[in-house]
């Protein structure tokens, strides 16, 4: 049975993904799209068409937000990809990326809708914004799965993680990072959060703060648009003049490794010799190898094949108009409750780095030990 899955823009496949059972943190949580008498039917959103199945195909569309963070382009999608194809050899993907543009991710929304796709699957730009969207397809009888951010609008169902635990594993690890040195009162910190347009960033604020008030000195907090790589850097260079440099600053907590990135870039332009501890999310390649050199503190791993499987078993569920079956919780997302599943994240350091993203289908120890990182590897029992 031949496949007939295209995408749109740019598609770089993973290998040896038979693997990745290792790393399914949440694999319980994974549901089935065929019929059951399990889950739950909390959400009221469009129900599916009629007369669509798997046997026939059907199209299904894709919107993922931006390619700055690395894991859209080089996990997400091939992974919804692949295991679309298993489920549905048939049907068709449509995929978009708005590269941090919400009315860019309307008019790609309208595009697959006017193209006839029978559902939609939306990480969404703007969460607020992205209503206009499920309400648009609701009006043509789409159903819409909430990817990783929990849209606004009558939806179908959302797959995430659990944000605020990850803003906790952030600021514990900060904290014990922090304690290593001495009082970690002894100075200040730095907090870099996310755009403020995403709910996400509130949560991992929330999770973070809840684990540092009153344990350390907040110096300076922003919250930063469109998780900026830039604007983290000039943030923190701002706070490192306010604050008064090497020795007041004693740390950094940055919501994504992106901004990391920055962060530490400024501390270092700033003579921070070494570097203090700063916190990251997503388990980035360069954010891998910078915990290897110690000029990152940790990151913060989200298995992201076993929530791209989950919103593929959504979606096709959905489409089809059949219950979704798994350890289905609920999630209000201003408009109704959900159906959701939330998945576990786990943190990362240079300890269990060989043990949580050093293996398929997620980085090789080829990618992330080149010659640069050599002897950090080899110190870090990767080669």
């Known amino acids: 049975m031949k496949t007939v899955l295209r995408s749109r823009g740019l598609a770089r496949r993973t290998a040896a993904l038979g693997a990745a059972t290792v790393l399914v943190l949440g694999a319980a949580a994974c549901g089935s799209a065929k019929e059951s008498s399990g889950g739950g039917g909390a959400s009221s959103g469009a129900s599916g068409g009629t007369g669509v199945t798997v046997d026939k195909g059907f199209k299904v569309g894709l919107l993922l937000p931006e390619n700055k963070t690395a894991r859209y382009e080089k996990f997400d999608k091939p992974f919804f990809e692949q295991k679309m194809r298993t489920l549905c050899p048939k049907c068709e993907v449509q995929y978009a990326n708005a590269q941090q543009q919400a009315s860019t991710q309307q008019q790609q929304a309208e595009a697959?809708?006017?193209?006839?796709?029978?559902?939609?699957?939306l990480d969404a730009v703007d969460?607020?914004?992205?209503?206009?969207?499920?309400?648009?397809?609701?009006?043509?009888?789409?159903?819409?799965?909430?990817?990783?951010?929990?849209?606004?609008?009558?939806?179908?169902?959302?797959?995430?993680?659990d944000n605020t635990t990850v803003g906790k594993i952030?600021?514990?690890?900060?904290?014990?990072?922090l304690k290593k040195g001495g009082d970690p009162k002894r100075g200040s910190i730095i907090m870099i959060n996310g755009s403020p347009t995403d709910p996400n960033a509130g949560e991992f604020k929330s999770g973070a703060h809840s684990v540092l008030d009153n344990q350390v000195v907040i110096g300076r907090e922003y919250d930063t648009p469109d998780w900026s790589n830039d604007k983290a850097q000039s943030e923190t260079e701002q706070a490192i003049t306010a604050l008064g440099g090497p020795?007041?600053?004693?740390?950094?907590?940055?919501?994504?490794?992106?901004?990391a990135g920055g962060v530490i870039a400024a501390l270092k332009a700033a003579n921070f010799n070494p570097v203090p501890p700063v916190t990251g999310q997503d388990a980035e390649l360069a954010a891998i190898q910078r915990i290897l050199t110690g000029d990152q503190y940790m990151t913060v791993f989200k298995p992201y094949q076993p929530e791209a499987d989950t919103a593929a078993d959504m979606a096709v569920a959905a489409a089809t108009g059949k219950k979704f079956s798994g350890d289905?919780?609920?999630?209000?997302?201003?408009?109704?409750?959900?159906?959701?599943?939330?998945?576990?994240?786990?943190?990362?350091t240079k300890s269990n780095v060989k043990d949580t993203v050093a293996k398929p289908p997620y980085y090789s120890v080829a990618e992330i030990c080149t010659p640069d990182y050599a002897a950090a590897c080899k110190a870090a029992g990767l080669t």
């Open 247 to 259: 020795g007041k600053v004693i740390g950094a907590y940055s919501a994504n490794d992106g901004m």
């Open 170 to 177: 952030q600021g514990t690890s900060l904290l014990e990072g």
């Open 127 to 161: 969460t607020k914004a992205a209503a206009a969207i499920v309400d648009s397809a609701k009006a043509k009888g789409v159903p819409v799965i909430a990817y990783d951010r929990l849209a606004q609008g009558p939806i179908n169902g959302y797959v995430s993680f």
């Open 328 to 348: 289905l919780t609920t999630k209000n997302n201003g408009t109704l409750d959900v159906s959701a599943i939330i998945l576990n994240p786990q943190p990362v």
């Open 112 to 121: 697959m809708l006017t193209n006839g796709v029978n559902v939609l699957v």
